[in-house]
């Protein structure tokens, strides 16, 4: 959209009220829309709840239920609202010739619920603590609307998606924001699993060793906005990368007893092989999260490999109108490989028990 575009965005509610950022992100997501006279401009909304329509040229006649008619005209206080917000409306015509502004309706309630969540007071009252280096945080208002970080599209499709609003707002109040410097080793391989981590700025290399004395190799770069840890959390095994800050930067963490409590429980679907089965038929796909050799030694018919250790350099090839039902031998491996799933917008859920319960 254009600028005259976002600034409308200001006279709107209850777009008006929010973040700067936020409207940025909604003004590149919605769209302006011509109608010609004699028209129904909701002609293609056929419920209320998909999008919210508002009128931003001309005038438009509303009717309700029971004959009510109304007149609406764009420069009123009336069309600061939604057109189609009243349930008893059922018809709109074009007047004139209009144009309506769209926005998806779960976007927005999105997008409202993030502003309001960041400015409450138990964020407030909770957050203004020191960094581990005794430098003063920035306050939640900021770093709770960074677009970077907290990105509309990772409120839609990434972890944040899946957890109830109650528990985002607890992680708000018990994560600790840590300030590094390059060449810091955050995660050490081989190490027990203690934090969740979420880059609010820098970048940081994983680099993995598949033995004793082997040599560490590069597996990932990880930017702004990424998340890790949750590996050796959500399976309760040690670490199996070394994580270090290839940047200066800041991190949010959230210790292990939180995380479970406050995200892997909320995130994690776990099923019955009979319920999966049922859900292959629909088109789901097996996955197996164990290593190369165990799944080609056996595996799920139809299933598809994806080791834990590989699964974030294999998102790519992966579609997101899928479910995916994840397994390995135990649950561990899976529960941790349907989580990075779950965090990269996907739709994955766990087999109960992993396969040693099940037969193949």
Known sequence: MTAPALALLNKIEPIAKLSAGRKQELADLCFVEKVSKGVNPLRMNVTHVKQAVYLIKGDLELRFVKNGKLLLR??????????????????????????????????????????????????????????????????????????????????????????????????????????????????????????????????????????????????????????????????????????????????????????????????LTHISREVAEAKVANGAVWVDARLPSEYQYEHIEGAINLPLNEIRQLTSTLDHSKTYLVYCQTGRRSSAAAFILVQNGFDAVVLDGGARQQHF
């Not at 964020?123 to 208002?141: E, I, Q």
């Not at 509309?152 to 990434?158: E, I, M, N, Y």
């Not at 944040?160 to 995660?187: C, D, H, L, W, Y």
């Not at 981590?197 to 290399?205: F, K, R």
């Open 74 to 267: 764009c420069d009123t206080p009336a069309a600061k609202h939604p057109v189609n917000c009243d349930q008893n409306l059922v018809e709109s015509i074009a007047l004139t010739d209009i144009e309506i502004l769209r926005i998806d309706n779960d976007l927005l309630d999105i997008m409202m619920t993030w502003d309001q969540l960041s400015t409450g007071e138990g964020v407030l009252n909770n957050l203004h603590h020191k960094a581990s280096d005794g430098k003063a945080n920035r306050t939640p208002v900021e770093w709770m609307r960074d677009t970077g970080v907290f990105s509309v599209a990772k409120l839609q499709s990434g972890v944040f998606s899946k957890v109830p609003v109650a528990n985002i707002e607890a992680m708000f109040k018990r994560m600790e924001r840590i300030n590094t410097v390059a060449g810091q080793v955050i995660i050490q391989q081989g190490a027990e699993g203690d934090y969740y981590y979420l880059i609010e700025h820098g970048s940081l290399l994983v680099s993995r060793a598949d033995g004793v004395n082997a040599p560490s190799i590069l597996v990932a770069e990880l930017k702004m906005g990424d998340a890790f840890g949750e590996e050796a959390l959500v399976s309760d095994n040690k670490r199996n990368a070394t994580v270090t800050m290839k940047t200066d930067g800041q991190l949010l963490r959230l210790n292990k007893h939180d995380f479970v409590e406050l995200l892997k429980e909320p995130m």
